[in-house]
Nanobody
Framework: QVHLVESGGGLVQPGGSLRVSCAAS????????MGWYRQAPGKPRELVAG???????NYADSVKGRGTISRDNAKNTVDLQMNSLKPEDTAVYYC??????????WGQGTQVTVSS
């Protein structure tokens, strides 16, 4: 069992930057995949960015070139840096730790609002 706590959300103006962080209560070393997801009102949850235990990353097309995910196994944290934010980036951002097929953990989410 691992608990994930997101932080760093807030209100940011269009074009601005934000860094959201995910802190795990235990080691994330064994999780094959750590991801940041988001869910906007009325829309399904979607993967924003992910990083494997080997450091391979993948990004949603909508954030490619604007987002950077990083993983620190020593600190048990996963961060997502988002630049050039747009109003359509507004959503609740969730951190997830996964080790298929049996383990999948989620945080409570942090609200990111992009508005002038």
């Amino acid at each position: 069992q691992v608990h994930l706590v997101e932080s760093g959300g807030g209100l940011v103006q269009p074009g601005g930057s934000l860094r959201v962080s995910c802190a795990a209560s235990g080691s994330i070393f064994s999780f094959t995949f750590m991801g940041w997801y988001r869910q906007a009102p009325g829309k399904p949850r979607e993967l924003v960015a992910g990083i494997t235990s080997g450091g391979r990353t993948n990004y949603a097309d909508s954030v490619k070139g604007r987002g950077t995910i990083s993983r620190d196994n020593a600190k048990n944290t996963v961060d997502l840096q988002m630049n050039s934010l747009k109003p359509e980036d507004t959503a609740v951002y969730y951190c997830s730790a996964q080790r298929p097929p049996s383990y999948e953990y989620w945080g409570q989410g942090t609200q990111v609002t992009v508005s002038s």
